[in-house]
């Protein structure tokens, strides 16, 4: 066996020798290089952005009006649609007029009845005068039937103020709208017997166009606002306030800040803020809760980073890869100032035109070569076809 072995080896020799180009020919590329890792990134541009403070609050009706009866009786009918817009002087229900009727014809027959007096007693004291000046009757005469005349004067008039009201209390039988809004649910029925100033409304009107959100403001932001500080940190900025909804979505009406509640809670040390928002479509509703941002600096030559290239190290910085123009990976600790939607506020760290990588984290490492590629910006969803 030694011996074969010996005269073999030649023979492995040659075949490997000749099998070697073909192995390298199979495996291309062995021992080379990797080609460099494609990432998707950001160019991004340094601006001026309006820093703002979310402050929670509630919707509150800019008008409440709780319809009450004035007047005592049986509803005969409700003359509104539920949840229907009402303007002031509608009419929303009728109470039984039948016994104010009666009153007001008793009215007007007592008001006919003292005229009819003041009319005799107009003509005594004018008989009374002619005698006087005859000299028949004497100045005593005349005087009282002077006071007599007087009088039914005044019965007159006591009689046409019961007359009058009367007629106000027939009149309040039909219950009007005392406020234009949308009139809530009726909370009686057809055949209820309600009371003058009963503590139960029959329904509730609210003006909700516009309305008004309440919100809490901290003291000390107050007081800085006051003494003009926010001004100045302001400067240019735009102050609309703006309206967060509950789900999450923006509302496309912008606010002013109209009052300040003159008083600190003791136990929150907050401040009340009442600010007024158009609401043309109803979409705010009283009671809502919402998020007001309020507009409290300008940061200036910041850029806004996309959130999902940034990350924290181990000692919890906030750090991002940026392709150089080299196109290598650059690794940046970051200065993050606030959040703005999707991105971050950084004013240091990153630069106008840095490239900062969004996608394809994973495949890189600080100084690696790679491809990027610009990320495409969003795209407007296609009109309807029109038929």
Known sequence: MPRLTRALAPVLMLALSLGAPAA??????????????????????????????????????????????????????????????????????????????????????????????????????????????????SQQNVDDAVSARDAAAAGLQVAQAQLQAAEIELDRTTIKAPLSGRVGRSLTTRGALVTAGQTSPLAVIRSLDPVYVDVTMSAAELVAWRRGHMDEALKDADRTVTLRLPDGGGYDQTGLLTAAEPYVDEQTGVVVLRMEFSNPDQLLLPGMYVQVDLPKGLAENVVLAPQEAVSRDRRGRPTAMVVTAQNTVEERVLNVLADRGSDWIVTDGLADGDRIIVAGLQKIAPGATVTPQERAAPQAAAPAPQN
């Open 24 to 137: 390298q020919a199979q495996a291309p590329g062995q021992g080379g290089e990797r080609p460099p890792a494609a990432v998707t990134v950001v160019t991004l541009r340094a601006q001026d952005v309006t820093l703002t403070a979310v402050l929670p609050g509630r919707v509150v009706a800019s008008g409440v009006a709780e319809v009450r009866p004035q007047v005592a009786g049986i509803i005969t009918e409700r003359l509104f649609e539920e949840g229907g817009e009402v303007t002031v002087g509608d009419a929303l229900y009728q109470i039984d007029p039948a016994t104010y009727q009666a009153q007001v014809a008793a009215a007007r027959a007592a008001v006919a009845q003292t005229r009819a007096t003041l009319n005799a007693a107009q003509r005594e004291a004018q008989r009374v005068q002619t005698l006087l000046d005859r000299k028949v009757v």
